[in-house]
């Protein structure tokens, strides 16, 4: 079954407390990116990759890593979080340009 | 400054009626469009696209509308099912970019 995994599901941390959720997709996509979520702004893109080794930023960046060592794994990272990237987090995947982006079922993250 | 807007944050509608959701674009150059679904606690699923060399897309009950010189298209759900209770993304793209730009999305409820 085509799919793209996120974990985890649900994570509560506190402020500065490194974290990374994953991400990985079993469709051989080169096109991968991350996406959040908040109340009246619909989805942001955060982070994307055209292929391995190949990021850039997104419309939000500030506070966040990727890394794409491999075509299947997309992680984000989040070196020191903050209260304000308490958010729902989505990753997608998508074969080529003009295609549908398939979408993780998202983490929601919490930082107190 | 968006790009993608739907100015609607939500819609209700009575079972077996149509819906129109409305989504509006400033971008000239995008020439691919999406609508994505979402319900509570899981990723965005596809749900139909149109071309910018089309202006209407067929899919079952739903039908996508373009209007390039209004930069306006619309999703057309015929008859509504309380099942598509959820909240509808619009987004877009251009030819040489992966990148989805998303709307803030409608949330739509069918009435029983």
């Known amino acids: 079954e085509a799919q793209v995994t996120q974990n985890p599901r649900y994570l509560i941390t506190v402020t500065g407390k490194k974290l990374t959720v994953t991400c990985s997709q079993n469709?051989?996509?080169?096109?991968m990116s991350w996406y959040r979520q908040d109340p009246g702004l619909g989805l942001r893109q955060i982070y994307y990759s055209m292929n391995v080794e190949v990021t850039d930023k997104g419309d939000v960046p500030e506070g966040y890593k990727v890394s794409r060592k491999e075509k299947r794994n997309f992680p984000l990272i989040l070196e020191s979080p903050s209260p304000n990237q308490t958010s729902l987090y989505f990753c997608a995947s998508s074969g080529t340009e003009n295609t549908e982006a398939f979408f993780g079922q998202g983490t929601r993250l919490t930082v107190v | 400054d968006q790009q993608v807007k739907q100015n609607s944050p939500s819609l209700s509608v009575q079972e077996g009626r149509i819906s129109i959701l409305n989504c509006d674009y400033t971008?000239?150059?995008?020439?691919?469009f999406l609508w994505y679904k979402k319900y509570p606690a899981e990723g965005p699923t596809f749900l139909i696209s149109?071309?910018?060399?089309?202006d209407k897309n067929e899919d079952g009950r739903f039908t996508v509308f373009l209007n390039k010189s209004a930069k306006h298209l619309s999703l057309h759900i015929v008859p509504s099912q309380p099942g598509d209770s959820a909240v509808y993304f619009c987004a877009a793209s251009s030819t040489g970019s992966e990148k989805l730009v998303f709307g803030k999305g409608t949330k739509l409820t069918v009435n029983p």
């Open positions: 971008n000239s150059m995008f020439d691919y």
């Open positions: 469709m051989n996509h080169e096109y």
């Open positions: 149109i071309s910018s060399i089309k």
